[in-house]
Structures are given as C-alpha cells and as structure tokens.
C-alpha cells in the first residue's frame, strides 16, 4: 500500500499543500493562505488554485490506482480550469474524483473550495495517459 502523502510533488510541499485524511474516500488536500500563494492583495493567486486543482487530481488517481499505482505512468494530458469566485486569505481545501480510469485514459474531476463546500472557487476536469512502467 503507498503513503499517499509521500507522492506529494515538491511544488506542492513549497506551496504548503499537505494531505488532510480523505473525503467520501478520495484524498482532501489542505493549502494555508501564505504570501507565496497571493495574488492580488488579499487574493490567492489563480496559479496557485489550478497548482492546487492539478495535484488534486493526480492524488485521486493515485488514490484509485491502488497497488497497480506502481506499475503505472502518470502523463497528463490536458486540464481545463473554471474559476468560478475569488479565494480569499484563509485555508483552502481540494478533493479529486476520478470519473474514468481506464487501461490507457484516465478521467478526473476536482474541485477546491474554502469555509463552505458547495461554494467553490475553481473546479478543473484533467485527462491522463496511463503508460505501463518499463520493467
């Protein structure tokens, strides 16, 4: 079984996302609001919520790969961002839903929100290629 929070990619640890336990069974991601994720005074920086999107995502396949997670490459594809409101200075979470994964394509829905779940700022649909790892 793989430690979830040791695949964490460096930008993710330099932007202070840590895991938080899990969400009707996919990854929670959790982001303090830092000045290294400002944008506009105030503001979270729309970089830093579709980096927090993108790792989301990659974390719920992770998650849903289970043991085959090893013998599988992770390429992404494409990622398309809706920012729906403005984050402001206080923690964000994010949580990835793997719609599809099949042998080759996976399908991954996330979404990142703040106080309030049903209020989110921005939600992102990514596609993967799934490679087998060369032995």
């Known amino acids: 079984m793989i430690d979830l929070a040791d695949r964490l990619p460096p930008y993710a640890r330099a932007m202070g996302i840590r895991m938080n336990g899990t969400l009707d069974g996919a990854p929670l991601l959790t982001m303090d609001f830092s000045d290294r994720a400002m944008g506009r005074p105030g503001y979270l920086h729309g970089g830093a919520i579709a980096g927090m999107l993108e790792i989301a995502a990659i ?15 992770i390429k992404p594809v494409n ?3 809706e920012y729906l409101r ?4 206080v923690e964000t979470f994010a949580r990835g839903q793997v719609v599809r994964a099949g ?6 829905r996330a979404e ?4 309030d779940r ?3 700022l921005a939600s992102c649909w ?3 290629l799934l490679k087998p790892r060369k032995a």
């Open 112 to 115: 990142a929100w703040q106080a």
């Open 118 to 120: 049903d209020k989110p």
């Open 86 to 89: 403005g984050g402001i200075t």
């Open 59 to 73: 974390m719920a396949l992770h998650a849903e790969l289970g043991d085959e997670d090893a013998n599988v490459r």
């Open 126 to 128: 990514m596609n993967f």
């Open 79 to 81: 990622i398309s961002v």
């Open 103 to 108: 042998r080759r394509i996976a399908n991954v």
